[in-house]
C-alpha cells in the first residue's frame, strides 16, 4: 500500500516570492507521481505528474516538481507566484497497476493550503 | 456543456431522506470515480466504476449506493445517512485506470442534519 504526506498544511508567501510545496511519500512497488490543486468551491484540476523518463516534470501555470526516488519525494516548485496561485494543493500518488490485480488507484495527501499575500 | 458536471451543487438532508447525487461527463472516458472530501483528511476514494463495471467498492457503508447505467453517467444513491456523512462529494472520470489523468467536477456539498 502507498501513502503520502504532505508536511505544511498552510504555506503563506508573497507575491513575487519563490515557494515549495513539499510531499513525501511511501511504497514498496515503483509508483506514478501526481499533483493537483482545488481553487475555492471547485474541483480538482492536474497540475503535473510524473509517470517515467525525466526526473524534473513541468506543469500548467508555471509549476514544476522533481521526483526523488532515494528520498521518496514530489516536491511542487514554482519561482515567483501570484495571487491567483491561492489554493489548495494536493500530492497524490499510485501503483503501476500490475501488482496482484491493482488498478493504481490514487491515494492523496491531507493538502497544502497556498496563501499568497500581496 | 463540457468536462464533468455535478448535481445538485448543494444538498441539505435529514438523517431519514432518500436522495441522489448526479455526475455526467462530456469527454468519452470509460472511468467514473466517487471522492469523500472531509475537512483536514485526505480525499477518501469511495467508488470505481470502469467501463460501467464497478471495480472499487472502498468499504462504504451500504448507506452509499452507486449506480453506473452508461459510461457517461455516476449516480450516489443517499439513504438514512448520518451527520458524519457531511461532506463535499467530488464525481470525477478518466480514459482509462492505470496513471492516468483524473478530471474532477467541482462536487455536491452536502449537509446531513
Known amino acids: 500500500a502507498q501513502s503520502v504526506t504532505q508536511l505544511d498544511s498552510q504555506v503563506p508567501v508573497f507575491e513575487e516570492a519563490p515557494v515549495e510545496l513539499r510531499c513525501n511519500y511511501s511504497?514498496?512497488?515503483?509508483?506514478?507521481l501526481f499533483w493537483y490543486v482545488q481553487y475555492p468551491n471547485q474541483g480538482l484540476q492536474l497540475l503535473l505528474k510524473?509517470?517515467?523518463?525525466?526526473?524534473l516534470v513541468k506543469g500548467i501555470n508555471g509549476f514544476e516538481a522533481e521526483f526523488n526516488k532515494s528520498q521518496t519525494s514530489f516536491h511542487l516548485r514554482k519561482p515567483s507566484v501570484h495571487i491567483s496561485d491561492t489554493a489548495e494543493y494536493f500530492c497524490a500518488v499510485s501503483d503501476r497497476g500490475n501488482y496482484g490485480g491493482s488498478q493504481g488507484n490514487l491515494i492523496f495527501g491531507k493538502g497544502t493550503k497556498l496563501s499568497v499575500k500581496p | 456543456e463540457t468536462g464533468v458536471t455535478q448535481t445538485p451543487r448543494h444538498l441539505v438532508m435529514g438523517m431519514t431522506n432518500k436522495k441522489s447525487l448526479k455526475c455526467e461527463q462530456h469527454l468519452g472516458h470509460n472511468a467514473m470515480y466517487w471522492y469523500k472530501q472531509s475537512a483536514k483528511k485526505p480525499l477518501e476514494l469511495m467508488f470505481v466504476?470502469?467501463?460501467?463495471?464497478?471495480?472499487e467498492n472502498n468499504s462504504v457503508p451500504s448507506r452509499f449506493s452507486p449506480e453506473c447505467p452508461n459510461s457517461s453517467h455516476l449516480f450516489l444513491h443517499l439513504h438514512t445517512l448520518q451527520p458524519e456523512d457531511s461532506a463535499l462529494y467530488l464525481c470525477?472520470?478518466?480514459?482509462?485506470?492505470?496513471?492516468?489523468?483524473?478530471?474532477f467536477g467541482p462536487g455536491t456539498r452536502l449537509l446531513v442534519l
Open positions: 511504497s514498496s512497488v515503483s509508483v506514478y
Open positions: 470525477a472520470s478518466s480514459q482509462d485506470l492505470v496513471g492516468e489523468t483524473q478530471y
Open positions: 510524473y509517470l517515467s523518463g525525466s526526473t
Open positions: 466504476y470502469n467501463f460501467k463495471e464497478q471495480t
